[in-house]
């Protein structure tokens, strides 16, 4: 069928071993955009086998190099919430309405982390619930540790006090807590999709980045003509906060590599032409 709609194949036995382990439809995604004719998925002249699973290769090695940096930033985010609110308020201070904007928003968050306590196997917090009473909910350096990173986005967002919202935000150098929930949000969105296997390079977000006003002069960027719901500025936001959280990363470099590796399908996340010039990636 591949060969009827055009795809040049000249190793079946290569071809049917990875589809023995990459479904044809998980493959799809990437013979969608190599595709003249969308209806009837017939591939563009000269297009083989190699081309698919290079842009296959290339994302997957793409989304490892993403989720280790969002892995630094999420344990950093999720240590600033708890100390910065523990020491304001109390130790419990994610399940005391009188913190929160949206009481709805509120109930929702807290059902999200009653459902996570509950089916937890954390020793931290089962011999929480030995010495204390099943209706006090484990503190939150304790608690926080088993939450998701969108549960830490929305518990942020919701905060009532912007004064505390701001302070976490500029300890990331972000100068106001909207642009930081923005980030987070879209950080989410992002880490799912790589947590799930999902396509990434190519992919149009849901949220664009907020980008920062008077920004450091090596995260300058020109943003004329670009995509704002593709990867790149994302990407740059990740290299920023890493470098924020004091994380002696290799994060720009290994995008480097990788684009030099597979040359052609930073077109695909949004860069832009003069990327290679910009200060955060020289």
């Keep these: 069928m591949l060969r009827s709609r055009g795809l040049v194949i000249q ?21 969608w955009p190599l595709q003249s004719d969308k209806v009837r998925h017939i591939f563009i002249p000269g297009t083989t086998w190699e081309i698919v699973t290079d842009r296959y290769e290339f994302d997957r090695e793409l989304r490892i190099t993403v989720f280790a940096a969002i892995e630094r930033i999420e344990i950093s985010v999720r240590t600033r919430l708890i100390y910065e609110l523990s020491n304001r308020y109390h130790p419990n201070w994610f399940d005391d309405l009188s913190l929160f904007k949206n009481g709805k928003h509120f109930k929702d968050n807290l059902s999200l982390i009653d459902k996570e306590l509950s089916k937890s196997k954390e020793d931290s917090i089962l011999n929480h619930y030995k010495k204390y009473s099943s209706k006090q909910r484990p503190p939150a350096w304790k608690t926080l540790e088993i939450l998701s990173f969108g549960v830490l986005s929305k518990l942020y967002s919701n905060l ?8 976490l935000a500029r300890a990331l150098g972000i100068p106001h807590y909207t642009i930081l929930e923005s980030w987070l949000q879209s950080i989410n969105i992002i880490r799912n999709i790589c947590a799930h296997h999902g396509r990434l390079w190519d992919r149009s977000l849901k949220i664009s980045i907020v980008q920062l006003n008077n920004a450091p002069d090596w995260l300058t960027i020109s943003v004329t003509g670009l995509d704002l719901k593709k990867l790149y500025l994302s990407l ?9 959280i004091g994380e002696t990363s290799s994060f720009a470099q290994r995008i480097k590599e990788l684009l030099h590796l597979y040359p052609g399908l930073e077109t695909d996340m949004g860069f832009p032409n003069h990327w290679k010039t910009e200060p955060m990636w020289l």
């Design 11 to 31: 190793d079946d036995n290569k071809v049917e071993r990875w589809l023995t382990n990459v479904s044809y439809y998980r493959l799809g995604g990437y013979f």
């Design 160 to 167: 009532k006090d912007a004064t505390i919202k701001n302070n």
């Design 236 to 244: 740059c936001a990740l290299q920023y906060l890493l470098t924020k």
